[in-house]
């Protein structure tokens, strides 16, 4: 079982968070920053952190909404899901990029580091792509690729789309994979948050297939 506990990060601008750490009763194979949905880090993405762990990795996931709201833990429901784009809004994107950058360093020690997000989290891993440099980037359903689709990644990016997301629309995936050609895309026959067990949209073939293919982009790419 991986070992868990819960330390603070500290970005370039001064930012202090919270950050969920797991580690494996191993050697690390390298690390990983997990990028949390708009639901903050709660229990499934502690879980995810969890998991990567226990294959090997150094898991870290910063609690990004400490920025606007400190222990920010919530469920899936739709007053949940409206707070959770409200905190979203309120803290932009080049603060949670420099949380995420806190959260690389703090981990850095133990080898190569990925950046894997989910749903607001996978736009954010495509920025950590294009601006902070790390071993590579997953980014699953990321929903807001599209208005940085511009912006040029400096590592190997995988992509996962649900092909009946109902908040990606199909033009602005075809948006996405046309200007980044490079990218490692997979579109699944699911919906929006189908590598997630709490969800309604959850479809465990689609997540064991991403998962499969991630692992191995994860041991190419960073060990």
Known sequence: ???????????ADGN???AYLAEPDVA?????VIVQEVFGVNHHVRAVADDFAARGYVAISPSLFDRAQKGVEMGYSEDELARGREL?????????????KAAMDAVA????????????????????????????????????????????????????????DHIITREDREAILAA???AEAYVYPAGHG?????????????????LERTLAFLGKHVG
């Open 88 to 100: 979203r809004q309120a803290i932009g994107w080049d603060g949670p990029v420099a949380d995420v």
């Open 28 to 32: 690390p194979r390298g690390a990983l």
């Open 180 to 182: 980044r050609p490079e």
């Open 109 to 164: 020690q133990h080898g190569k580091v990925a950046v894997i997000g989910y749903c607001w989290g996978g736009s954010v891993a495509f920025l950590a792509a294009t601006r902070l440099n790390p071993a590579c980037a997953v980014c699953y359903y990321g929903g807001q690729i599209v208005q940085f689709k511009d912006e040029v990644p400096t590592c190997p990016v995988m992509m996962h789309f649900g092909e009946h």
């Open 194 to 210: 189908f590598n997630c067990t709490e969800r309604a949209d959850f479809d465990p073939e689609s997540a064991k297939l991403a």
């Open 16 to 18: 202090s968070c919270a």
């Open 1 to 11: 079982m991986p070992n868990s506990r819960t330390l603070t990060v500290t970005a």
